[in-house]
T-cell receptor
Framework: GAGVSQSPRYKVAKRGQDVALRCDPI?????LFWYQQALGQGPEFLTY????????KSGLPSDRFFAERPEGSVSTLKIQRTQQEDSAVYLC?????????????FGDGTRLSIL | AQRVTQPEKLLSVFKGAPVELKCNYS??????LFWYVQYSRQRLQLLLR??SRESIKGFTADLNKGETSFHLKKPFAQEEDSAMYYC??????????????FGQGTILTVHP
């Protein structure tokens, strides 16, 4: 079956532009996570959704970052007024539920480059 | 705060040699530990988890709570094991929803 799908795979934007990154989780997966992976680093948590509810956004680095999942399936991560430090790979992961019994399945990520 | 440390950024071994990728963690609750792997041009995928006590592709990892470690081991490395390996933990207690905390990763290269 299809895994987690992210688009675009690559995005280049000029500093100050807004960008939107899309995540299509595995069908039926309740939990959805966004992670940011800077070059040479491990992924870092950004935000978490359970269905359409955003239950944790403690990892979002600034109020320029906004995420939504209005119908409990597809999610969009939006970054406004992009800065060079936003350059990273943005990973989306989904799982059937929460906690230890539910492994997370990752997408290929979106590589964002801010010029 | 929870933290995962992988002290080796790079690790090189020859085919057939034993390999050990180190992982240490700090967490005050009840953690669950994982190893994730990313092969070249592929997505991040789960390799193994400590609660399963399983061996995947010849790899094993034992949780040592006394040393707060979860090192990944394989007795005889293969060239196809060359990849980036991440150690990660989840808060497995209470009302946790499963947010992962990752280490910085170790690039394993197995030479022929």
């Amino acid at each position: 079956g299809a895994g987690v799908s992210q688009s675009p795979r690559y995005k280049v934007a000029k500093r100050g532009q807004d960008v939107a990154l899309r995540c299509d989780p595995i069908s039926g997966h309740v939990s959805l996570f966004w992670y940011q992976q800077a070059l040479g680093q491990g992924p870092e948590f950004l935000t978490y959704f359970q269905n359409e509810a955003q239950l944790d956004k403690s990892g979002l680095p600034s109020d320029r970052f906004f995420a939504e999942r209005p119908e409990g399936s597809v999610s969009t991560l939006k970054i406004q007024r992009t800065q060079q430090e936003d350059s990273a790979v943005y990973l989306c992961a989904s799982s059937l539920g929460t906690g230890r019994a539910r492994p997370q399945h990752f997408g290929d990520g979106t590589r964002l480059s801010i010029l | 705060a929870q933290r995962v440390t992988q002290p080796e950024k790079l690790l090189s071994v020859f085919k057939g040699a034993p390999v050990e990728l180190k992982c240490n963690y700090s967490y005050s609750g009840s953690p669950e530990l994982f190893w994730y792997v990313q092969y070249s041009r592929q997505r991040l995928q789960l390799l193994l988890r400590h609660i399963s006590r399983e061996s995947i592709k010849g790899f094993t990892a034992d949780l040592n709570k006394g040393e707060t470690s979860f090192h990944l081991k394989k007795p005889f490395a293969q060239e196809e094991d060359s990849a980036m390996y991440y150690c990660a933990l989840i808060n497995a207690g209470g009302t946790s929803y499963g947010k992962l905390t990752f280490g910085q990763g170790t690039i394993l290269t197995v030479h022929p």
